[in-house]
C-alpha cells in the first residue's frame, strides 16, 4: 500500500557533499516521523536521524553539524544532505517512515529499500 523509495547515493570523495532523497507513496493518509538509518558491511544497521512531522530533528552524535534531515509534507519526501563526509560515513542508507494510511487506524512502519554512499578517494 506504500512505497519509500530513496536515491541519490554514490561514490564521493571525502570532505565531500551528497543529498539523498526519500520518497512516499500509495494510499497515505499522514506520515509521522521519518527516518534515515545506515548499515556497514558487517555492521547493524544504525540511526542517522529522524524528524517528526513538525520538522523537529534529531541526530545520532557521529553526523551532528554535518547531517541535515528535512522533510517536503506536500510531496511525502525527506531528504538527507551530507556534508563534510568521511570514509566511516559509507554505508548503504535506508528510509523508514511511520504511515497512517486511509482506511487505517493505527501506524504502520515502512522501509525504502536502500541507497549505497561510498566515501572514498
Known amino acids: 500500500q506504500v512505497q519509500l523509495v530513496a536515491s541519490g547515493g554514490g561514490l564521493v570523495q571525502p570532505g565531500g557533499s551528497l543529498r539523498l532523497s526519500c520518497a512516499a507513496s500509495?494510499?497515505?493518509?499522514?506520515?509521522?516521523?521519518m527516518a534515515w538509518y545506515h548499515q556497514a558491511p558487517g555492521k547493524q544497521r544504525e540511526l542517522v536521524g529522524s524528524?517528526?512531522?513538525?520538522?523537529?530533528?534529531n541526530y545520532a552524535d557521529s553526523v551532528k553539524g554535518r547531517f541535515t534531515i528535512s522533510r517536503d509534507n506536500a510531496k511525502n519526501t525527506m531528504y538527507l544532505q551530507m556534508n563534510s563526509l568521511k570514509p566511516e560515513d559509507t554505508a548503504v542508507y535506508y528510509c523508514h517512515a511511520r504511515v497512517l494510511t486511509y482506511g487505517s487506524s493505527s501506524l504502520r512502519s515502512y522501509w525504502g529499500q536502500g541507497t549505497q554512499v561510498t566515501v572514498s578517494s
Open positions: 500509495g494510499s497515505i493518509f499522514s506520515i509521522s516521523t
Open positions: 524528524i517528526t512531522s513538525g520538522s523537529n530533528t
